[in-house]
């Protein structure tokens, strides 16, 4: 009761600020069940909605209407008078009119023939191609963006929660949102100027940043950059619409036909022109679809404003709803551009219509457009490490002079509330906490970190329980250079390990770094065919928590290394390096031994080796957040190309063996639309020369409980052994769209997840011939393979992989069945 009353008297007291007229409620039928993606408008307007499966909706504008006209088929349409300006929790009740049949027959979905909609839809298509920016062979226009975070759904109980003790001021700034009628307090909120070019000609946009601005966060990339990450453009014309890491079917799509009803609801006059309203729906339930409606113009059939909100049972976590509202202007008789994309987004941790979650709203505007300015292919090269602090600074007076909209006194608020709430210490608390689980450092002093703490605590047949602790330089996100080390113990073998590295970059516009370290401790070298010279990697494998069997197939190593890289084009990176390493067998069961002489009498159990490599890694289309020596991957599908040249020395420095070994590692996604996405992963590596096992390319098995990315789920450690080899790899995920024709499956949201993977190797005489170790050199030369199937999505965070071995099922510890399982947050 408490809560009504303090939405009702706040909504009062917020309609002269925010909008003249309100109105919430449901729509039912006869019978009082629900009517979902019914349409919802302003009498004698163009401002309208759907409403939801539960039939709920709400609308708002900042104009005053007298009437509200609900409309569904094979009903009756009803107006209804709007006593008040703010008329919350209305139900409608819509009647047959003698049509009952009627509606049993259709159920909701529209006719594929005779249907006045898709005779309009048709049109569009046709011209999709000839309206907006894609007129023109060049572009460019200024583009104002601002988003915002808000936790809604807030009410007395919430506010009186212990955690807020000390911070009561921040909901001086509580409103009300225009979409889904919800209280909520605005607690972040970042703007971006920005000019944008482009050319269609040359299939080429640059967006260079003028100005940037948030609340509390001045120069945080990491921040902006999760931000712009997840907000990506998209394109209402195209098939599919993606954001958070999912491909939704647009409504204009090709294929909209079989996955939308359409409804052609009504014709009117919007900027002189004569437009068709179209009211959208999904015809099933749990795929990646929208609902709402668009006007589109009766001579050009451009879109002149279009309103979507996906739907609630769409196979989506941690989003309860995304609504997008995008307007065109009339340039001329001809020309509709974009001038506003809106898009509010509420994260929560599930779908129930009271839980409290976050908004997340973006609004962009764009403005001064002019065409056909054609740039030099020079101009649209991108920077490598380009980072203007001054962008990060502008004074208050430049933001009013140009920012396209002026903020509310609520927009307004933010920026004074966090930066009272940064000398707040609950909130430096709180903040530090989400720092800590995010990075997995913690801050010791000003200029130092623990961690990371994820790896903490290991485990393996040679150093039993292992505790591991480490340090590093932090002075910022950007820092230039770093020096980190760690140190860990093993309670079984009782030894002491360590690592040590420091990188310094040197020159930031082509980021020519040089580094360098050394790292003693116990690996498991087979975990990876395609290696690098990383200092402090250690494979997942080397001490894992919990394995599938005893593993002692371990090996110390004293690895050393100095390195240059350079990266003279956006993600294209060159590195030569060299090392030094020595390896030694770890466990009494486990050997390396090989012979030295032609007569085979002389046995060696330690390698020396010393080796120069060159290595070439391209990266399009990947995303990194920050300037500084070391960087953050931005979590967007891209595609890696990796090669690497390694040339062993034989005497030089006590080498042991002469040989030149090839890699080449090639990973590319590929999303396909509403059918989810495919991954193709292949390697390819050489070894010319006579080298032990200790140097020879090992088949990656996996015995842990685990998934681990590019190994084989059914092979055991040092089954296979080779020193040349090929794998193939391939994995698709198809995001629920089986399971959602299963209706007993559909409400669990589960995703459905299959895939192969096979390696083709061989091993030489010669290298055969010096083996020692007692481990019979076995390679898949009749090419292994194994397939998989797994459910992903089992309470929102768990995915369980089962796989099968293709053959070799005769060889002794044979794995014939696997079950993997890994943990991820996912949208």
Excluded at 260 to 281: E, G, P, Q
Excluded at 352 to 362: F, N, P, Q
Excluded at 573 to 584: A, I, N, P
Aim: glycine residues 6%.
């Amino acid at each position: 009761m408490k809560k009504k009353i303090f939405l009702v008297v706040f909504a009062f007291l917020t309609q002269w600020l925010l909008a003249q007229t309100k109105v919430s409620g449901i729509v039912v039928d006869a019978s009082n069940q629900p009517i979902p993606f019914a349409n919802v408008v302003f009498k004698n307007s163009s401002l309208g909605t759907v409403t939801n499966e539960d039939g709920r909706f709400y609308i708002e504008s900042d104009k005053t209407f007298k009437t509200l006209v609900v409309s569904f088929m094979g009903f009756d349409t009803k107006e209804i008078p709007l006593p008040k300006e703010v008329n919350y929790d209305f139900k409608v009740t819509l009647s047959d009119g003698n049509k009952l049949k009627e509606v049993v027959v259709y159920s909701g979905k529209t006719s594929k023939k005779n249907n006045p909609a898709l005779d309009i839809l048709r049109k569009i298509w046709a011209r999709k191609r000839k309206n907006g920016l894609n007129m023109f062979n060049q572009y460019q226009m200024e583009k104002y963006e601002k988003v915002e975070f808000d936790m809604n759904s807030i009410d007395s109980a919430f506010m009186k929660r212990k955690i807020f003790r000390g911070m009561e001021f921040i909901f001086n700034q509580i409103d009300t949102s225009k979409i889904t009628g919800k209280t909520y307090l605005p607690i972040f909120i970042n703007e971006a100027l920005s000019d944008v070019y482009g050319d269609n000609i040359k299939k080429k946009v640059k967006e260079i940043l003028k100005a940037n601005k948030n609340s509390g966060f001045e120069t945080n990339q990491q921040i902006i950059a999760f931000i712009k990450d997840l907000y990506s453009d998209y394109d209402i014309y195209n098939n599919y619409v993606t954001f958070f890491d999912k491909s939704f079917t647009s409504p204009l799509s090709r294929t909209g036909i079989d996955v939308y009803n359409y409804v052609l609801t009504d014709t009117a006059y919007i900027d002189k022109k004569l437009c068709y309203n179209i009211v959208f729906y999904p015809r099933r339930k749990n795929e990646l679809t929208f609902k709402g409606d668009f006007w589109v113009n009766d001579t050009t059939w451009a879109i002149k404003n279009i309103n979507m909100a996906v739907t609630k049972s769409a196979n989506i976590n941690w989003v309860k709803d995304v609504y997008i509202e995008q307007e065109f202007e009339v340039m001329n008789d001809s020309v509709f551009l974009l001038t506003k994309d809106y898009m509010m987004s509420d994260f929560a941790l599930n779908k129930k219509e009271k839980s409290k979650g976050v908004y997340g709203k973006r609004t962009t505007y764009f403005r001064n457009h002019k065409f056909n300015q054609e740039k030099p292919d020079e101009f649209y090269k991108q920077e490598v490490n380009y980072n203007d602090e001054s962008v990060y600074v502008k004074p208050d007076e430049y933001w009013e002079e140009n920012r396209f909209e002026k903020l509310t006194k609520d927009e307004l608020g933010v920026y004074k509330m966090l930066d009272t709430l940064k000398t707040v210490k609950k909130f430096k608390r709180l903040y530090d906490l989400v720092s800590i689980i995010g990075s997995g450092y913690i801050g010791v002093g000003n200029y130092l970190d623990y961690g990371s703490i994820y790896s903490t605590i290991g485990n393996n047949a040679v150093e039993g329980l292992r505790l591991r602790a480490g340090l590093r330089t932090y002075f910022g996100a950007n820092d230039p250079w770093r020096l980190q080390g760690y140190t860990a113990y093993g309670f079984k073998d009782n030894k002491f390990k360590y690592g040590l590295s420091g990188k310094w970059l040197i020159n930031k516009k082509n980021r020519l770094i040089i580094s360098g370290g050394n790292r003693r401790d116990v690996e498991q070298i087979g975990a990876s065919l395609t290696t690098t010279n990383d200092v402090l990697g250690r494979s997942f494998a080397s001490s894992s928590l919990f394995t599938n069997g005893t593993n002692g197939k371990l090996t110390n190593i004293n690895l050393t290394t100095v390195a240059v890289e350079i990266e003279p084009v956006k993600n294209l990176t060159f590195q030569s390096g060299f090392s030094y390493r020595t390896l030694v067998s770890a466990s009494p069961t486990f050997s390396l031994d090989y012979y030295t002489d032609p007569s085979l009498t002389t046995i060696k159990s330690d390698v020396t080796q010393p080796e120069a490599n060159i290595q070439v890694e391209y990266t399009p289309k990947r995303k990194m957040v920050g300037f500084g020596v070391e960087r953050n991957e931005v979590d967007n599908p891209y595609t890696r190309v990796f090669f690497n040249y390694s040339r062993g020395f034989k005497g030089f420095m006590d080498g042991d063996f002469s040989y030149n070994k090839f890699q080449f590692y090639y990973n590319q996604p590929i999303i396909i639309g509403a059918i989810g996405r495919t991954n193709l992963i292949s390697e390819f590596g050489k070894t010319y020369g006579k080298v032990p096992l200790g140097l020879l390319s090992v088949v990656p098995g996996n015995q842990t409980y685990f998934t681990i990315e590019n190994t084989f789920n059914n092979l055991n450690f040092y089954e296979f052994v080779t020193d040349e080899y090929v794998t193939l790899q391939w994995i698709h995920n198809f995001q629920g769209k089986l399971f959602a024709r299963v209706p007993f499956l559909r409400k669990l949201n589960w995703r459905e997840i299959i895939g192969a993977k096979g390696v083709y190797g061989t091993v030489s005489d010669e290298n055969r011939a010096i083996n020692a170790s007692g481990l019979e050199y076995v390679a898949p030369e009749k090419f292994y393979w194994e397939y998989s199937a797994g459910i992903g999505n089992i309470f929102k965070v768990l995915r369980i992989d089962f796989s099968w071995r293709g053959n070799y099922l005769e060889m002794p510890r044979a794995t014939k069945l696997s079950v993997k399982a890994s943990i991820g947050f996912y949208f």
